[in-house]
């Protein structure tokens, strides 16, 4: 049985890459708005610790820690089902259901009516709000096929992540005082564009819409044998469990590029959310600072992601000068991200020792609030290049690896975050800065082990393997579309000579038969 198999031929507009510009920012930004509500409902509870304490008469220190850790608990499992089923079914439909259990148990966090069911809500809200964090590499990988034009729509999405957490606390810490329940209606009112955007975009995914096609042409032709390449894939439940949901967890394990960045970056993501625990004895221990006002502190993260976003810029501009005139460094596909996660480290670190050694009511509050630009410009530098290099590396497979480090993070920045005030009560604020700073140290290395054995790394990996095949395959296929382009053409020529040399021909024998 020969089977037809369907592809993009070259210019097709129905493909993602060769959309207007404006209907790919649209794509991004409605993505973004999901994620700008996932991360901002990640650290609305980062300030109604002490209205909990009294509505419901919690004071025990862990159980005031999980209405935030829990939230990110449900950030390690949405990632392993979302990231591969949107791989599976498409971008579109996969974000819009998990966008429907974020909104409806935000409600639930709005009218809890007891502690438990509080915390019930928030972990399913979290489950909810991490399918945009898994799927929008994804979506950046499907409609800019441009690594220059991919890297900067990422790096869009990455600074939402960054601000996102950085405004819950201004929120929570302001509406509090009126109600804690106002932050969760706060969080529910701010789906509102999240949702008017996602019933406007269109599927991004190609090879659900190349599946799509393949439907629409056996209906109209009644030749079953036409099939997109995602049908020749097992459809099976077992299939879906055995390999398109365990994929994040393989990547993990059995990915070195995805396994180190996962190591990465769950530290730093993990210093974040252990200073949603920190600031309060900084800020409100030392310096004696209204919940509003510590959440101000966290603006300076914020501003110093901004930084980091100029930062990558400037690197597109040196890279592309150094491109054209054939700088040999520039060659390398590791040189065109990683530099800026070795730049980014330091300033991590930096921040850690800062924060830690400045925190006294001797120096004034200033000094420790900036240490925030350091943390922001570093923390987004690391995450700008380590996910936009694994993108890059995994392509249809970028949602199982952005999967992969959502997950893994969010393990971390769930779990650290408990031991917070112990080691800062052990420690103190100082020591326990540095510790922070030290651990930092060592993930310093990273990005520098990948620029020397990343190409090696990426010609053992199974996936990556895989893609290459694929890419043959594609181009074989859009060869052989040319030729049978080149052909009908030449046919059409052929004919068109053919016919006006009969038209030559009669008017020639009409005009002997006039002479005749």
Not at 131 to 140: L, Q, S, Y
Not at 187 to 203: N, R, V
């Amino acid at each position: 049985m020969t089977r037809t198999i369907v592809f993009f031929p070259p210019g097709d507009p129905e493909n993602p890459y060769n959309w207007s510009t404006g209907k790919k920012v649209f794509a991004l930004l409605t993505a973004v708005s999901t994620v700008m509500n996932s991360t901002i409902g990640s650290s609305l509870a980062a300030g109604i610790s002490a209205s909990i304490t009294k509505e419901w008469g919690v004071t025990n220190q862990a159980q005031l820690v999980l209405p935030t850790s829990i939230y990110l608990v449900g950030y390690t499992v949405g990632p392993t089902l979302f990231g591969p089923l949107s791989e599976h079914y498409g971008r579109n439909r996969v974000m819009a259901a998990a966008f429907l259990i974020y909104t409806a148990f935000c409600l639930g966090c709005a009218l809890a009516p007891n502690f438990a069911s509080f915390i019930v809500f928030r972990l399913l809200a979290g489950i909810g709000a991490s399918c945009p964090i898994a799927v929008v590499g994804g979506i950046c990988a499907d409609v800019f096929g441009s690594p220059l034009s991919r890297g900067r729509a990422m790096a869009l999405f990455m600074a939402t992540t960054t601000f996102g957490p950085c405004a819950g606390p201004v929120i929570s810490g302001y509406v509090t005082p009126t109600s804690w329940r106002w932050s969760f209606w706060a969080g529910l009112i701010l789906t509102a564009p999240g949702w008017i955007m996602l019933s406007l975009a269109k599927e991004t995914y190609g090879p659900v819409l190349l599946k799509k096609r393949a439907e629409k042409m056996r209906k109209e032709t009644g030749n079953m044998n036409i099939v997109a390449p995602v049908e020749l894939e097992p459809r099976d439940l077992r299939h879906i469990i055995m390999v398109v949901l365990t994929r994040p967890l393989r990547m993990i394990l059995f990915e070195a590029l995805v396994g180190f960045t996962c190591v990465y970056v769950s530290l730093v993501y993990a210093i974040f959310y252990i200073y949603l625990q920190v600031f309060p004895i900084i800020f409100g221990g030392v310096y004696g600072w209204t919940i509003g006002e510590q959440g101000l502190a966290f603006l300076a993260i914020g501003v110093g992601a901004m930084g980091s976003g100029l930062s990558y810029l400037l690197y597109d501009k040196i890279l592309a000068n150094a491109r054209a005139r054939d700088a040999p460094w520039s060659r390398s596909e590791e040189f065109r991200r990683l530099p800026l996660a070795c730049a980014g480290g330091p300033f991590i670190v930096l921040s850690c020792f800062w924060i830690g050694w400045s925190a006294k009511s001797s120096v004034h509050w200033i000094v420790p609030v900036l240490s925030g630009l350091s943390f922001g410009l570093g923390y987004l530098l690391i995450f700008m290049a380590l996910l936009n290099y694994l993108v890059d590396a995994y392509e249809i497979f970028a949602a199982s690896a952005m999967a992969a480090t959502s997950m893994s993070r969010s393990l971390f920045g769930a779990v650290l975050p408990f031991a917070a005030k112990p080691m800062y009560d052990t420690l103190g604020i100082a020591w326990g800065s540095s510790l922070l700073g030290f651990l930092s140290i060592g993930m310093c290395f990273i990005p520098f082990a990948f620029i020397i054995w990343g190409d090696r790394i990426r010609a053992n990996s199974k996936f990556c393997q895989h893609l290459a095949k694929m890419k043959e395959e594609r181009q074989r296929q859009e060869e052989r579309e040319r030729e049978k382009a080149e052909i009908r053409k030449a046919r059409e020529v052929a004919a068109r000579g053919a016919q006006e040399k009969a038209v030559e021909s009669g008017v020639f024998d009409k005009d002997i038969e006039k002479q005749g």
